[in-house]
T-cell receptor, first 119, second 114 residues
Framework: NAGVTQTPKFQVLKTGQSMTLQCAQD?????MSWYRQDPGMGLRLIHY???????DQGEVPNGYNVSRSTTEDFPLRLLSAAPSQTSVYFC??????????????????FGAGSRLTVL | AQSVTQLGSHVSVSEGALVLLRCNYS??????LFWYVQYPNQGLQLLLK??????LVKGINGFEAEFKKSETSFHLTKPSAHMSDAAEYFC????????????FGQGTILTVHP
């Protein structure tokens, strides 16, 4: 199982450039999300999706766009990069199925992260 | 709204000493609670979770945490620290719904000295 795969692992951008961080999962998870990690601030939720065609904003959505055309993929787009978006980005997914056979209640599986630097 | 506060951004212990990482939460409804660990340059891994069964939860690598509703706390402990425990630890809370979002604390960096 590949789990959650993020690409690229590292990226350097200039202010104003655009780019897309890719996230793919092979676990048939309905729920996918993007977090950014900054020193001393923990992980903050950017956007999330509860299924194909459904997305919503998290705590820090400004400057980022997402879409969910398939269950597997959840790309994060930076339309015009700013130095304040320098961070480590994590994609995470989980099932939304509950029941006695599901021991993974609300447990997120994380990707390895993408380190973005905006100059 | 839910929130998590981790007391102490850095904790330093000697190898073999008790590890205690503190976490307090606020939530308008009974929550799920989690501890995640992040080793350098890696993603987050689940250590343990509380989902309203036993209040004392045992996780991987000898860690455990106790849910105390009266204190709104979910502190993480390990009786004897090992060098390999050096990492950053995150406490997190989510609502008990299928689409509950996970809210993380600020993180605590654990250093283990020989």
């Amino acid at each position: 199982n590949a789990g959650v795969t993020q690409t690229p692992k590292f990226q350097v951008l200039k202010t104003g450039q655009s780019m897309t961080l890719q996230c793919a999962q092979d676990m048939n998870h309905e729920y996918m999300s993007w977090y950014r990690q900054d020193p001393g601030m923990g992980l903050r939720l950017i956007h999330y999706s509860v299924g194909a065609g459904i997305t919503d904003q998290g705590e820090v959505p400004n400057g980022y766009n997402v879409s969910r055309s398939t269950t597997e993929d959840f790309p994060l787009r930076l339309l015009s990069a700013a130095p304040s978006q320098t961070s480590v980005y994590f994609c995470a997914s989980r099932t939304t199925t509950s029941g006695i056979f599901n021991s993974g209640a609300n447990v997120l599986t994380f990707g390895a992260g993408s380190r973005l630097t905006v100059l | 709204a839910q929130s998590v506060t981790q007391l102490g951004s850095h904790v330093s212990v000697s190898e073999g000493a008790l590890v205690l990482l503190r976490c307090n939460y606020s939530s308008s409804v009974p929550p799920y609670l989690f501890w995640y660990v992040q080793y350098p340059n890696q993603g987050l891994q689940l250590l343990l979770k509380y989902t309203s069964a036993a209040t004392l939860v045992k996780g991987i690598n000898g860690f455990e945490a106790e849910f105390k509703k009266s204190e709104t706390s979910f502190h993480l402990t390990k009786p004897s620290a090992h060098m390999s425990d050096a990492a950053e630890y995150f406490c997190a809370v989510s609502e008990k719904t299928s689409y509950g979002k996970l809210t993380f604390g600020q993180g605590t960096i654990l250093t283990v000295h020989p």
